[in-house]
């Protein structure tokens, strides 16, 4: 059963009103990456490409905190620390007017017990502009057995 966004809201935070949804929560836009260096995915193991933070452009006359992103793949840093709590699972879906705006956020499997601001690929297909903060995705909670919880290294990413 997946959970309400009042029970999400629990698991997330900061949360403002605004983001409480009725079945999940909306997640904001902190920081956009760019990756540099090719990565690696072994039999054993694996490795992230070096990366660097977008600036963020300084327009005269535009609010300064506004990433204006050109056709490409970022790697999107959400704003909020997310916990997923014991006997469930999350998944993080792209907020539909991103897709009416040809871009696509992707996303993989939130395992219990994991911390941290994750991060998700933010797929550009059509210049566009997102101010940082602006809510990009929603996280849902569904009940689920597990063995074990989360122990990767992504573990309390983005909280330093
Ligand atoms: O779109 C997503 C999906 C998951 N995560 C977080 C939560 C998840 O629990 C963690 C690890 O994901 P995964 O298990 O897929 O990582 P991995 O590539 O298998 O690496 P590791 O074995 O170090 O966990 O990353 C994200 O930040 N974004």
């Not at 660097?52 to 300084?58: G, K, S, T």
């Amino acid at each position: 059963m997946f959970r309400s966004g009042t029970f999400v809201a629990e698991h997330v935070s900061p949360t403002a009103a605004d983001q409480i949804q009725p079945n999940g929560v909306d997640l904001t836009l902190d920081v956009v990456f760019e990756q540099l260096e090719p990565g690696r995915i072994g039999r054993d193991g694996k490795q992230v490409g070096d990366r660097v933070a977008r600036p963020l452009e300084e327009l005269e006359q535009k609010d300064p905190d506004t990433y204006y992103l050109p056709q490409g793949a970022y790697v999107a840093r959400y704003g909020e620390r997310i916990e997923i709590p014991e006997g469930h699972i999350g998944f993080v879906y792209p907020r539909s007017s991103l897709m009416r705006n040809s871009c696509m956020l992707n996303t993989a499997v939130w395992d219990a017990g994991y911390e941290g601001r994750g991060e998700g690929l933010l797929q550009v297909h059509h210049d566009v502009e997102i101010e940082r903060g602006a809510r990009i995705a929603q996280l849902v909670l569904a009940e689920a057995d597990h063995e074990g919880v989360y122990d990767g290294s992504y573990q309390g990413e983005g909280l330093e």
